[in-house]
């Protein structure tokens, strides 16, 4: 295991990106500060948003110092702002939460102590959905024990919002640079060197279904994730065909 002794042992260290969040950001900022693991920084960057969402934020950060706001010159998009807030950060554990999701309040204690009890370099957990409004939605915890690389090509189980890895043991891994899924390229990143991500199994975060989202709209997702087999991953066109087909069924037929 390669060590990495600039980064501040058992710190968990939050990246939030922000775009246009006034609406849910505090409720998000709330659910960090509720946590029964109190060992964290939550790095917030602002991504040129236009309304109130960088004046909450700035509220907290006066309160709590473990609060800290940068702010984007120009727009750079969900990839490049979650990469800043990677390079920001000082922790041993990097976690990630958007601005309109939510962590139960157990959800580091739980988790932290899952990796450092089994030695787990990667993990990730079960979580519900929930409205726009905020009113439940369906479970999401039927999920396998772990995943690995090609498992996790063929569907990917883990939500963004759950997922924690270890900078003592990979270093500093950063998401590729693409309109949408830059999250499942970081966590192929992650599977190439080891052999398994472990899931916690217990419901610990809610994930936000918004109105007309992307990642809500499951057929405008086959080509993001067709671009990611070919182009990211490099695999060929059959193989690729393969892993979609997959995906297809996965997502569109099973779910």
């Known amino acids: 295991m390669k060590q990495y002794p600039s980064c501040q042992d058992g710190l968990v260290s939050i ?9 849910f950001v505090a409720e998000t900022i709330e659910s960090v500060l509720k946590q029964t693991y109190s060992y964290w920084e939550m790095i917030i960057v ?26 984007n010159e120009q727009n750079q998009g969900p990839a490049l702002t979650r990469n800043t807030a990677i390079r920001e950060a000082k922790g041993e554990y990097i976690a990630f939460l958007d601005s309109d999701d939510l962590w ?11 990796m450092a009890k089994g030695n787990h370099p990667f993990t990730f957990t ?9 009113n439940f939605l369906k479970n999401v915890d039927q999920l396998s024990d772990r995943v690995n690389y090609l498992s996790t090509m063929k569907s990917n189980k883990i ?3 759950t997922a924690v890895y270890s900078v003592k043991y990979f270093g500093k891994v950063y998401m590729e640079n693409i309109a949408k ?25 809610h994930y936000r279904i918004r109105e007309n989202s992307v990642s809500s709209n499951k057929f405008k997702l086959v080509k993001f994730h067709w671009h990611i087999y070919r182009h990211i991953e490099g695999h060929s066109f059959f193989k690729s065909l393969y892993f979609i087909s997959n995906y ?7 779910s």
């Open 104 to 114: 139960t309040n157990d959800k580091l204690e739980k988790q932290i102590s899952f």
């Open 46 to 71: 602002d991504d040129c948003s236009t309304d109130r969402g960088p004046e909450i934020v700035m509220e907290y950060v006066k309160n709590d110092s473990r609060v800290r706001f940068v702010r």
């Open 159 to 161: 939500g963004c919002l």
């Open 181 to 205: 899924r830059q999250d499942y390229t970081l966590w192929l990143k992650l599977l190439k060197k080891i052999e398994y991500a472990y899931c916690v199994p217990h419901i610990l975060a």
């Open 126 to 134: 079960y979580y519900d959905q929930i409205s726009e409004e905020g």
């Open 15 to 23: 990246v939030t990106p922000l775009h246009n969040g006034e609406n």
């Open 248 to 254: 297809i069924f996965v997502r569109i037929f099973k």
